[in-house]
């Protein structure tokens, strides 16, 4: 929508600077379509940098860890680049396969407990009105992962494993 105002608003600056003869009257639709088009422009970049007319939103979800191989009570890590980054291999009980945290926006904690866990907080931005999505639908879109933290809990009989 915002586009379309913006576009709206130069066809109406560009037509009134080419056909309106000098007057009061062209020099207030002058003023209000550069305000319109500067206005559009801001809240686009804003909108794109700083997440204008959205919100954060988390969610959480736990979910029990099995081992890596059946006889050895374990979770994989895996090295990557200098060292200071690292890929965790897990598998959980509502998935079979091997599962891998990595992203960007990825924060990793381990810490001991009772149970075997993996408790995975993801947060999103969302529009925070329908007009704000009304406005911006067309340039981000919701739901768009902020961040994801993984909190692995072991217990004592569990180990971390390096895998090369």
Do not use: C
């Not at 066809?11 to 088009?37: D, E, H, K």
């Not at 990793?108 to 408790?119: D, E, L, N, R, W």
């Not at 879109?141 to 809990?153: L, T």
């Amino acid at each position: 929508m915002i586009i379309s105002l913006l576009i709206l608003a130069t066809f109406i600056y560009a037509g009134v600077m080419i056909f309106m003869p000098n007057s009061f009257t062209r020099t207030l639709w002058i003023g209000v379509s550069f305000i319109v088009i500067a206005g559009s422009l801001v809240a686009l970049v804003l909108n794109d940098t700083d997440h204008l007319g959205m919100r954060e939103a988390s969610t959480t979800r736990t979910e029990k860890l099995i081992p890596l191989q059946s006889k050895q009570r374990s979770l994989g890590i895996k090295p990557l680049g200098t060292g200071s980054e690292r890929v965790i291999l897990y598998r959980s009980t509502q998935t079979a396969k091997v599962q891998k945290t990595t992203t960007a926006t990825t924060a990793t904690t381990i810490t001991t407990g009772q149970s075997a866990q993996v408790k995975i907080t993801t947060t999103h931005w969302i529009y925070r009105s329908h007009f704000d999505k009304l406005l911006f639908s067309l340039g981000k879109p919701s739901h768009q992962v902020a961040r994801r933290e993984y909190r692995f809990v072991l217990p004592a009989t569990w180990q971390t494993t390096t895998i090369r």
